[in-house]
């Protein structure tokens, strides 16, 4: 009995010796691979703000030198070193602009299509197809616009565009000019087909969020269609739909491949907008592997900045509004 | 009886408009498939994927850009994905109160749609300027910072949907968190986290401006991630770009590749997400 006892205590001494060493290991391994995760998480606040500190200490020269000039100031000249970003600015905003006002009309109507008018069975074949839009890389938007749409746009739309409106006051200016192709209507176009798919599925996305009792009461009082989206769903999504064209508009902003295919690269403000113009995104792209010269790179930099502070408000903007429509769903 | 018909009409007219924009919408996508299609299939060969980029007014093909794009690509996967999922556990799991997360939610929410040339400039800044000279590291470096938004949130929403009793009882097991995490979360949330991977590395697969000043491009073959790498959006962009026919119809062929590329990574997402939910 005794030489069986023995042993056996001795296992039991054992093992629980092994058992406090493996719950420590455990212990340590939890610990270790709790801190590695939040490190990680950590890292994402760190990019933030390393691109915030390298581009601002990268753009401190250009500041520096022309000050709050650089924003006003439409020369921009290498060979000088003279340097504004009002014309990169200026496109920016226009070609976002009108982006979306060719793209939110549109995607809204999509939108309604799908979620009240779409048979069932299509419905998710046409969302996925309007999806693959946004996966489509935005060089092949570029390359599709330089050697399809802008040569089309050349031979009917621009020219069609100059005619019509030659004698009519203010949109003579707006619309003046030869017909390059190439331009500021151009690469809003462009800019429009890459930003619906955003603007559609978010839109839908939020129409569908719409409590069907809502819209089953007004078909029921005899409402059309129309009246319908007009008076409860558009009222109801509200909040979410100017989120997405928000999410959509800072997409349109910081677009870079497929505008600098197409808009021309002119240092110019022009009011036409079948003239070539510049984008931010377009004149880095551009410009920054050939600028010679400290005051250059730092002049791009700081276009850099601008564009990256332009960008945070707006999704910012954007992702609060989501939110909220978020809380008031959930 | 008047008033009826302007509502009929109104609504008609939105129905028609709302149609006819549906059929833009797809009308586009079709166009620009096409026309890759018609410019680029003519000139799939073997060549292309055999040899070298050609000076203008020769033959060849794309083989340096394609293997400089796929290395490009696994490091930043490489780099990008643990950071992500990484993060993406701390929110779900650690920290899914903490006051953290939700900013660390906010500010990749942000990150994931940043203009992707501003991450450019930023490794430029970086990882550019102070070594003297590009490389295919920093081009990797780049794309990495494009991989963790999206890998992170796809991470977090996927490990979110993991039901808590699942959690909880193999807690009650005894098991320490790091192996109800291993074992238990990650098995459930597998399928959701890969389509993740996948979604980002067809978003990097395209991506050209964080490339542009960081792994610049090479005219000749070069497996060095030391030195500037050549990769196929670049190539696209300086084909495409040049006065040169026969680059310019290497260009097409590069982006019907791209395309291609991108949109059976993105349906295969699709397909794996949706028959996770099924099942």
Same mark, same amino acid.
Request: proline share 4%; charged share 10%; glycine share 8%.
């Given at each position: 009995m005794v030489d069986v006892a023995l042993p056996s205590g001795d296992t039991a001494i054992a093992s629980s010796v092994s058992r406090t060493r493996v719950l420590a290991r455990l212990h340590v391994s939890d610990v270790v691979f709790r801190y590695l995760?939040?490190?990680?998480? @950590?890292?994402?606040?760190?990019?933030?703000?390393? @691109?915030?500190?390298?581009?601002?200490?990268?753009?401190?020269?250009?500041?520096?030198?022309?000050?709050?000039?650089?924003?006003?100031?439409?020369?921009?000249?290498?060979?000088?070193?003279?340097?504004g970003a009002l014309a990169p600015i200026y496109g920016t905003v226009v070609t976002?602009? @009108?982006?979306?006002?060719?793209?939110?009309?549109?995607?809204?109507? /999509?939108?309604?299509?799908?979620?009240?008018?779409?048979?069932?069975w299509l419905r998710r074949p046409i969302g996925i197809a309007i999806e693959l839009l946004a996966g489509i890389p935005? /060089? @092949?938007?570029?390359?599709?616009?330089?050697?399809?749409?802008?040569?089309?746009?050349?031979?009917?739309?621009?020219?069609t565009l100059i005619d019509w409106f030659e004698n009519v006051p203010i949109l003579s200016a707006l619309f003046a000019g030869p017909p390059y192709g190439i331009g500021v209507l151009t690469a809003s176009l462009i800019l429009a087909i890459m930003v619906l798919p955003f603007v559609t599925s978010i839109s839908r996305d939020v129409f569908e969020a719409v409590p069907p009792v809502l819209k089953e009461a007004a078909y029921g009082v005899g409402c059309t269609t129309w009246e319908v989206v007009r008076y409860v769903v558009l009222p109801f999504a509200r909040v979410g739909v100017i989120g997405g064209v928000m999410l959509g508009l800072g997409r349109a902003l910081g677009e870079t491949m497929a505008v600098t295919f197409v808009i021309g690269n002119a240092h110019k403000v022009s009011a036409s907008i079948l003239a070539p113009g510049t984008t931010i995104s377009a004149t880095i792209?551009?410009?920054?592997?050939?600028?010679?010269?400290?005051?250059?790179?730092?002049?791009? /930099?700081?276009?850099?900045l601008i564009l990256f502070v332009i960008t945070f408000v707006v999704l910012a903007a954007a992702r609060y509004l989501l939110l909220r429509i978020e809380k008031r769903v959930g | 009886m008047d008033r009826y018909r302007r509502r009929r009409m109104q609504n008609t007219m939105v129905i028609g408009l709302s149609i006819g924009a549906t059929v +833009?919408?797809?009308?586009?996508?079709? +166009?620009? +498939?096409?026309?890759?299609?018609?410019?680029?299939?003519g000139g799939l060969s073997p060549a292309v994927f055999l040899e070298m980029t050609p000076p203008p007014g020769a033959d060849g093909g794309l083989l340096n850009p394609i293997i400089g794009s796929l290395m490009l690509t696994i490091l930043a996967v490489a780099i990008g994905t643990p950071v992500g999922i990484l993060a993406g556990t701390y929110m779900a799991e650690y920290g899914k109160f903490a006051k953290l997360t939700v900013v660390v939610r906010f500010i990749n929410d942000i990150l994931l749609s940043a203009p992707s040339i501003v991450v450019g400039l930023f490794v430029y800044e970086v990882l550019v300027a102070p070594i003297g000279h590009f490389s295919g590291w920093a081009g990797g470096v780049a794309l990495s910072l494009i991989v963790i938004p999206v890998v992170l949130?796809?991470?977090?929403?996927? +490990?979110?949907?993991?039901?808590?009793?699942?959690?909880?009882?193999?807690?009650?097991?005894?098991?320490?968190?790091?192996?109800?995490?291993?074992?238990?979360?990650?098995?459930?949330?597998?399928?959701?986290?890969?389509?993740?991977?996948?979604l980002a590395i067809a978003r990097i697969s395209g991506e050209t401006a964080p490339l542009l000043f960081t792994a610049l491009n090479n005219q000749f073959f070069s497996s060095n991630l030391n030195a500037p790498i050549s990769s196929l959006p670049v190539v696209i962009f300086q084909f495409a770009l040049s006065p040169y026919a026969?680059?310019?119809?290497?260009?097409?062929?590069?982006?019907?590749?791209?395309?291609?590329?991108?949109?059976?990574?993105s349906i295969t997402a699709r397909a794996l997400s949706a028959s996770e939910k099924s099942s």
């Open positions: 995760t939040l490190t990680a998480a @950590i890292l994402v606040l760190v990019i933030l703000s390393g @691109i915030i500190v390298a581009l601002a200490q990268g753009a401190l020269p250009a500041l520096r030198a022309f000050g709050f000039n650089f924003l006003i100031e439409e020369r921009w000249n290498p060979v000088t070193e003279k340097f976002s602009f @009108i982006a979306m006002l060719i793209a939110v009309p549109l995607g809204l109507l /999509i939108a309604l299509f799908l979620t009240e008018l779409c048979p069932m935005s /060089i @092949i938007y570029g390359i599709w616009g330089l050697f399809v749409l802008a040569p089309f746009l050349q031979r009917t739309l621009q020219p792209a551009n410009e920054f592997t050939e600028a010679v010269g400290d005051l250059y790179t730092s002049s791009l /930099i700081a276009l850099g | +833009l919408g797809l009308g586009w996508l079709v +166009l620009i +498939l096409g026309s890759l299609v018609y410019h680029g299939f949130r796809t991470t977090e929403d996927m +490990l979110s949907l993991v039901p808590k009793e699942l959690r909880e009882s193999a807690s009650a097991l005894g098991l320490p968190r790091v192996h109800v995490i291993r074992y238990v979360s990650y098995r459930a949330a597998r399928a959701g986290i890969i389509t993740g991977v996948l026969d680059w310019q119809k290497l260009a097409w062929i590069g982006a019907l590749i791209i395309t291609f590329a991108v949109l059976a990574l």
